[in-house]
């Protein structure tokens, strides 16, 4: 005699997929957009050797920028150098963005 099972339960899988929900992406202002010595809401580059402004480009409409809604870890990928690293909404401030001189 067999033991009869349910077709639910065959063939399916016994872990859940993996998705990325606690971390977010965030648009960031383009360098050519940026101008010399004015203020701008973001973090700065992780990367050492570039530490520039990672500015957060504004949202339609006036509302808050890029709000992530509850999670605290954003990705963000530099437009300067183009490191891409972990940073958390609750440390972004006002930076002044400076240029570096090439060379």
């Known amino acids: 005699m067999s033991i009869k ?32 010595a004015d203020l701008y809401s973001g973090w700065l580059c992780k990367n050492k050797p570039c ?13 808050k920028p890029g709000s992530p809604g509850g999670e605290d870890q954003i990705v963000i990928k530099c437009p300067h150098c183009g490191d891409e690293n972990l940073y958390r909404w609750s440390t972004r401030g006002e930076h002044k963005y400076t240029l570096t001189s090439a060379g």
């Open 5 to 36: 099972r349910t077709s639910k339960s065959i063939g399916t899988a016994a872990r859940k997929p993996v998705t990325a929900s606690g971390v977010r992406h965030v648009d960031v202002v383009a360098p050519r957009q940026m101008v010399p």
């Open 51 to 63: 530490g520039l402004v990672i500015a957060i480009a504004p949202s339609q409409a006036g509302s």
